[in-house]
């Protein structure tokens, strides 16, 4: 079965790690050195299908709607919402409990205390057909 792990951040997060708010890259050099082993592991167990960071908020549109019959976007961020997907791992294992146990590793990243406390990520199984809708 596929997974999907969603790690979340902020536009402060992003700040920070391009250099703002007084911190500097070697704060965030563990991070990238654990994503790195995190990533080459899963790839070697054949549990990685796909893995990808995504960019900044500001740097998103949201569609949402139409007008007089033309889509409305915004630019991001956005005020109602602070966190913001960041990133995203399809694993491809065993059961809901060992992405779970992939996930969970996530929160052994080295990252400056301050951005660390919020950090989280969601497992989410991901549909092959609609016969998988189920609850």
Not at 11 to 35: I, L, T, V, W
Not at 97 to 116: G, H, N, Q, Y
Request: aromatic letters at 10%; hydrophobic letters at 40%; charged letters at 25%.
């Amino acid at each position: 079965m596929k997974y999907m792990i969603l790690s979340y951040g902020s536009q402060q997060d992003y700040d920070a790690m391009a250099g703002k708010g007084g911190y500097r890259p070697e704060d965030f050099a563990g991070m990238h050195e654990f994503m790195t082993k995190f990533n080459a592991e899963l790839e070697a167990s054949g549990e990685l299908v796909e893995t990808r960071g995504l960019n900044a908020p500001v740097h998103t549109r949201r569609v949402h709607g139409r007008q007089d019959g033309v889509p409305v976007w915004t630019d991001g961020p956005y005020a109602e919402t602070q966190e913001v997907l960041a990133g995203y791992w399809i694993v491809e294992c065993e059961s809901l409990d060992r992405a779970t146990e992939i996930a969970a590793r996530l929160s052994e990243c080295p990252a400056p205390a301050a951005l660390a406390e919020g950090a989280y990520a969601d497992v989410r199984p991901l549909m092959e057909s609609v016969d998988d809708i189920g609850f």
